[in-house]
């Protein structure tokens, strides 16, 4: 069993930035695959950035490619997520998740979810 709790989240104007963290329970942190995603109003929750299973590679959605930054400190169970050049279109409630296996770029990879936590960004 895994514990997910996501924090820093907030209110940004366009081009700033926003670091979040997971902070995730439990002594077995580094056998799980992490992920974040976000979910916008009215639309579908969507895979944002993760890991290869090795953790040798990175992997981001198209839309945030060279503007968001994932990093994992296995020895602290916390996941990051380092958002710079905010766009009012990243709007969403993020969350992270972690997985036992499976497609880590895929909602129906993870077994744990955290309760997300708020992004706004303003033009």
């Known amino acids: 069993q895994v514990q997910l709790v996501e924090s820093g989240g907030g209110l940004v104007q366009a081009g700033g930035s926003l670091r979040l963290s997971c902070a995730a329970s439990?002594?077995?942190?580094?056998?799980?695959?992490m992920g974040w995603f976000r979910q916008a109003p009215g639309k579908e929750r969507e895979f944002v950035a993760t890991?290869?299973?090795?953790?040798?590679?990175?992997y981001y959605a198209d839309s945030v490619k060279g503007r968001f930054t994932i990093s994992r400190d296995n020895a602290k169970n916390t996941l990051y997520l380092q958002m710079n050049s905010l766009k009012p279109e990243d709007t969403a409630v993020y969350y992270c998740?972690?997985?036992?296996?499976?497609?880590?770029?895929?909602?129906?990879?993870?077994?744990?979810w955290g309760q997300g936590t708020q992004v706004t960004v303003s033009s």
């Open positions: 890991f290869s299973w090795s953790g040798g590679s990175t």
């Open positions: 998740a972690a997985a036992r296996g499976g497609n880590l770029i895929t909602t129906r990879a993870y077994d744990y």
């Open positions: 439990g002594r077995t942190f580094s056998s799980y695959g």
